[in-house]
C-alpha cells in the first residue's frame, strides 16, 4: 500500500497543479493589485516552489492536517469528515441494497443458467452497467418526485433536522440517490456473480456431491464458497466506486458528500479541499483493496497457502 499511497500524492498533486489559472482565483476580486496576490500567495503557500509545497503538504497530510479551505476558510479535515460520513452513509444503503440484490440475480441466473429467467436477469444486469447513474437519478427525479411526488428529490431530510436521523423521514430521502448510485456496481456484481456460479456447477466435484445425495441447499453452500473470493474482489472494487464515483448522482440530489464537495472544489479551483478529497478517496479505494485481499485468505484457504 505504501508505494502506490506515494503515487497517488504525486499523481494528485501534479494533475490539481496543472490545472490553468491560479489557486487563489476564487478569492481575489478584479481589482486586486499585485501586492494582493502576492499576500494570499504567501498565506497559503503558493509562492514556495511546486516541489516544496508538496514536501510541506503531504508533511502535515501525515499528522491529519490537509490544509484550510480557500473558499470557507474552514480546516479542510473538518469539511471532509462531515462530508465522508455522508457518503458513508448513502454508500451502506446502497451497498445493502445493490449488493444483496446483485447475490440473489446472479446466484438464479446462474443455476438457472440458458433459461428464460437467465435472459431476463442477464438483460437486466447489461441495462445497469449501461445506463450512467446522473441520467438515471434525473429519470427518477422527475418520475417519482416531479410526476408522482412520491419521493423527495433533495437533500438528506427536512430542511428544519440538524442532523440524519434514523427513521422514514429521512430514509426516504435516501431512496431515489440510492437506487441511482447502485445501479452500475450492483449489475456488475449480477454479471460476475452468474459468471462464477454457472462455472462452478459445471465442475466435477459439484456432480460428486449430488450423487452422493448431498440436499441441494448444502450443494448451494459449497458452490457460493467456492465464488466468493471472486464476488469480494469485484465487491471490494464496487464499494470504492460507491465511496469516490458518486459525484454527480450528490450533486443532482444535493446530498452533502465527499462528491457534493469535491463539485464545490472543483468550480471554486479551491486546491486545499481538491487535493484532501481526492486524496483520502483514492487512499479509500486502496484499502478497500487490501481489506479485499484480508477477507479473500479467510473466506479461501487456497489463497492463504499459496
Request: neutral net charge.
Amino acid at each position: 500500500m505504501i508505494p502506490i499511497a506515494i503515487g497517488v500524492t504525486l499523481v494528485v498533486f501534479s494533475l490539481v497543479h496543472i490545472a490553468p489559472g491560479e489557486p487563489i482565483d476564487s478569492i481575489i476580486t478584479d481589482d486586486a493589485t499585485a501586492a494582493d496576490v502576492a499576500f494570499f500567495k504567501k498565506l497559503y503557500g503558493f509562492d514556495k516552489p511546486l516541489y516544496v509545497q508538496y514536501g510541506l503538504w503531504i508533511g502535515r497530510a501525515a499528522r491529519g492536517d490537509l490544509g484550510t479551505s480557500i473558499g470557507t476558510g474552514r480546516p479542510v479535515i473538518e469539511d471532509l469528515v462531515d462530508a465522508s460520513k455522508n457518503t458513508l452513509l448513502l454508500a451502506f444503503f446502497a451497498a445493502l441494497f445493490g449488493f444483496t440484490t446483485a447475490v440473489v440475480l446472479g446466484t438464479l441466473a446462474g443455476y438457472l443458467h440458458g433459461q428464460f429467467l437467465d435472459k431476463v436477469f442477464s438483460s437486466v444486469a447489461i441495462s445497469g452497467v449501461s445506463v450512467p447513474n446522473y441520467w438515471l437519478g434525473i429519470v427518477l427525479v422527475v418520475i417519482f418526485s416531479v410526476e408522482l411526488g412520491w419521493m423527495p428529490s433533495m437533500g438528506m431530510g427536512p430542511s428544519t433536522a440538524p442532523d440524519w436521523a434514523w427513521d422514514l423521514t429521512h430514509f426516504r430521502h435516501v431512496v431515489l440517490p440510492m437506487i441511482a448510485i447502485s445501479a452500475i456496481p450492483s449489475a456488475i456484481i449480477a454479471r460476475s456473480m452468474r459468471a462464477c456460479i454457472a462455472e462452478i456447477l459445471n465442475q466435477e466435484f459439484v456432480e460428486a456431491l449430488r450423487s452422493k445425495g448431498m440436499p441441494e441447499r448444502k450443494v448451494l453452500v459449497h458452490v457460493l464458497r467456492n465464488a466468493a473470493p471472486t464476488v469480494l474482489a469485484v465487491m471490494g472494487l464496487q464499494m470504492a466506486r460507491l465511496m469516490g464515483g458518486s459525484i454527480l448522482v450528490e450533486v443532482i440530489f444535493a446530498w452533502p458528500g465527499t462528491g457534493f464537495l469535491l463539485n464545490l472544489a472543483i468550480f471554486r479551483r479551491d486546491l486545499p479541499v481538491l487535493q484532501g478529497t481526492i486524496l483520502v478517496l483514492a487512499l479509500f479505494f486502496v484499502a478497500m483493496n487490501l481489506i479485499v485481499d484480508i477477507l479473500q485468505t479467510a473466506v479461501d484457504p487456497r489463497i492463504k497457502r499459496a
